[in-house]
C-alpha cells in the first residue's frame, strides 16, 4: 500500500489529507477561513496567509492521526495556481517535510487535481482495500472544472492526459455565484446560499441571458448574467436602489433564474464538447459541482457523468494526494526547488 500526504493552501482553505493509493481517503482535513473574509464578501490574500501558517500545523497534525509520518511514503503539495503568499505556506511545509523525512515530493496543479476527486473513495466506504469500488470513467472523456476561481473544458484520454479546450473570457461561474449573492445582500461563498434559495424559486419568473458565444465555441462569459441581475436588482442608472427593495420571494426568484442560466450554459457546453471529441464519459470537478441544481440537471445526461462526493466538490488535500499517486507510480518527482507558481499549468494546455 502507498500513503501519501496531500497539502493544500492555494487560497483560503488550509487542508492536509492522507490518501491510501491514490483512492482511498484515511484523514481528510480541512480549515475553513469564510468566517474570515466574509465581511469582505471575497479572499483577502494578505489575512489568507496568515491563518494557513496557523493553521497549518494543527491540520497536518490532525491528518496524520495517531501514527503520525511514519507511514508517509510521499509528501504532495498543490504548488499551481493560487495566491502567491497563500502558496508558498503549503510549498514550504511540503518540502521541509519531504527534507526532514527524505522522502520524495510531489508538486500537483490544483485545477487538474479538482478533476481527479470524483475517483477518491471517503472513508466510512473504504474501511477495506475490497470496498474500493471499481473506477467507471471511460476515455476519452470531457472534463468540466467549475469553481470560484476557473470555468474550463478539457479534452482527457486519461486523468494524465488532458487539453484545455474551452475557458471562461470573464469570471469564473464560482465568483459569478459569489457576485451575485453581494448584489442581492446574501453572505459569502454565494454558492450554496444561491443553490438553497434557487430550490424554492421560480426559474421562470426571470429569464436571464444565456452567452453561448459562436456555435461552436466551447468557451464561457459570466459577466453579461451577472450584470443583468445587477440591474434586475438595483435597477439602472438614475433609478438605483438595494436588495432591500425586494421581498424575500423576489430573492428566491432572482436565484433560481440566475442559477437557471448558469446552468442552461453549462450544460449545454457539455454537449457540444461531448460531440465535438466524441466523449464516453463526463467528469466535473471544483466547488459548483456540489450544485444540487446542477447535479440534478445532469441525471439523465446523453453519456456518464462523474461527480465527486460533495466532500470533495470544494477545495481540499485528499484530491491533492490522490492525483499524486499517478506520478509516484509513474516515479515522476519535484526537487526541493519546486515553485510556487500563480497561473495554472493545467489550464495553459497539455499536463503532467
Ligand atoms: O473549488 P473551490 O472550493 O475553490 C476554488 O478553487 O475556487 O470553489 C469555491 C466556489 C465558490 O465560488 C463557491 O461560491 C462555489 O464554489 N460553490 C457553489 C456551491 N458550493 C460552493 N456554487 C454553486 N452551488 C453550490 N452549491
Ligand atoms: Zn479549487
Known amino acids: ?183 442581492l445582500g446574501l453572505g459569502y461563498p454565494g454558492g450554496p446560499v444561491i443553490d438553497r434559495l434557487a430550490a424554492d424559486g421560480d426559474p421562470a419568473a426571470i429569464r436571464f441571458p444565456r452567452t453561448l458565444l459562436s456555435r461552436q465555441s466551447l468557451d464561457f462569459s459570466f459577466s453579461g448574467l451577472k450584470t443583468s441581475v445587477l440591474y434586475r436588482v438595483r435597477g439602472h442608472q438614475g433609478r438605483q436602489r438595494g436588495p432591500e427593495s425586494l421581498d424575500s420571494g423576489q430573492i428566491r426568484d432572482v436565484a433560481a433564474g440566475f442559477q437557471a442560466a448558469c446552468i442552461d450554459v453549462l450544460v449545454k457546453k457539455l454537449r457540444r464538447a461531448v460531440r465535438q471529441f466524441a466523449a464516453r464519459s463526463v467528469i466535473v470537478g471544483g466547488g459548483v459541482s456540489s450544485n444540487r441544481g446542477l447535479r440534478l440537471a445532469l441525471a439523465d445526461f446523453e453519456v456518464p457523468v462523474h461527480l465527486p462526493s460533495p466532500v470533495y466538490c470544494t477545495d481540499n488535500a485528499a484530491m491533492i494526494a490522490g492525483l499524486a499517486h499517478l506520478s509516484f507510480v509513474a516515479g515522476r518527482f519535484s526537487q526541493l526547488n519546486l515553485d510556487a507558481i500563480t497561473n495554472s499549468q493545467f489550464a495553459e494546455h497539455t499536463i503532467v
Open 1 to 183: 500500500m502507498t500513503t501519501i500526504l496531500g497539502i493544500e493552501s492555494t487560497c483560503d482553505e488550509t487542508a492536509a489529507a492522507l490518501v491510501a493509493d491514490g483512492r482511498r481517503v484515511i484523514n481528510n482535513v480541512v480549515a475553513t477561513q469564510v468566517e474570515l473574509h466574509a465581511r469582505y464578501r471575497g479572499v483577502v490574500p494578505e489575512i489568507a496567509s496568515r491563518a494557513h501558517l496557523e493553521n497549518l500545523l494543527p491540520v497536518l497534525i490532525e491528518a496524520c492521526g495517531p501514527t503520525g509520518l511514519e507511514a508517509v511514503d510521499a509528501i504532495a503539495v498543490a504548488h499551481r495556481p493560487g495566491l502567491i503568499g497563500s502558496l508558498l505556506i503549503g510549498v514550504t511545509a511540503a518540502k521541509t517535510l519531504a527534507w526532514a523525512l527524505n522522502k520524495p515530493l510531489i508538486g500537483v496543479d490544483h485545477v487538474h487535481a479538482h478533476l481527479y476527486s470524483v475517483r477518491l473513495v471517503p472513508p466510512a466506504s473504504s474501511s477495506s482495500s475490497s470496498a474500493v469500488p471499481d473506477d467507471p470513467v471511460r476515455f476519452p472523456a470531457i472534463g468540466l472544472v467549475v469553481s470560484g476561481g476557473h470555468t474550463a473544458l478539457y479534452a482527457m484520454d486519461s486523468f494524465e492526459q488532458a487539453r484545455l479546450v474551452g475557458s471562461t473570457l470573464d469570471d469564473a461561474v464560482g465568483e459569478a455565484y459569489d457576485k451575485v449573492s453581494a448584489i
